[in-house]
């Protein structure tokens, strides 16, 4: 099992940017492929971004796209999300997902298809 932290959150003014980070220990994240997915109060979880086992292939939910950006550094465990031109909408905590099969060429978007979960990290948008 991964333990998976992810840090970066806060409040912001629409329009604001902030950098998640999510560092894996217990195991190499390079293992699978990785996700952030977000949860607002009242809501069901929802895929933000996911990105392949070697970084090189990325998707996004339609409606975030060239807002967010995901990205991994596999020698520092470390996953990221940069989020740009934010938005009230935006607001929910965040998550990072780690999948433990080496699956290589392809981003999931599934909650059930990940194997580890961070506790989750707090982003709040104010107008």
């Known amino acids: 099992q991964v333990h998976l932290v992810e840090s970066g959150g806060g409040l912001v003014q629409a329009g604001g940017s902030l950098s998640l980070s999510c560092v894996a220990s217990?195991?190499?994240?390079?293992?699978?492929?990785m996700g952030w997915f977000r949860q607002a109060p009242g809501k069901e979880r929802e895929f933000v971004a996911g990105?392949?086992?070697?970084?090189?292939?990325?998707s996004y939910a339609d409606s975030l796209k060239g807002r967010f950006t995901i990205s991994r550094d596999n020698a520092k465990n470390t996953l990221y999300l940069q989020t740009n031109s934010l938005k009230p909408e935006d607001t929910a905590v965040y998550y990072c997902?780690?999948?433990?099969?080496?699956?290589?060429?392809?981003?999931?978007?599934?909650?059930?298809?990940?194997?580890?979960w961070g506790q989750g990290t707090q982003v709040t948008v104010s107008s």
């Open positions: 997902a780690a999948k433990f099969k080496q699956i290589v060429g392809r981003v999931l978007k599934s909650p059930p298809e990940y194997d580890d």
């Open positions: 217990g195991r190499t994240v390079s293992s699978g492929p």
């Open positions: 990105i392949s086992r070697g970084g090189t292939i990325t």
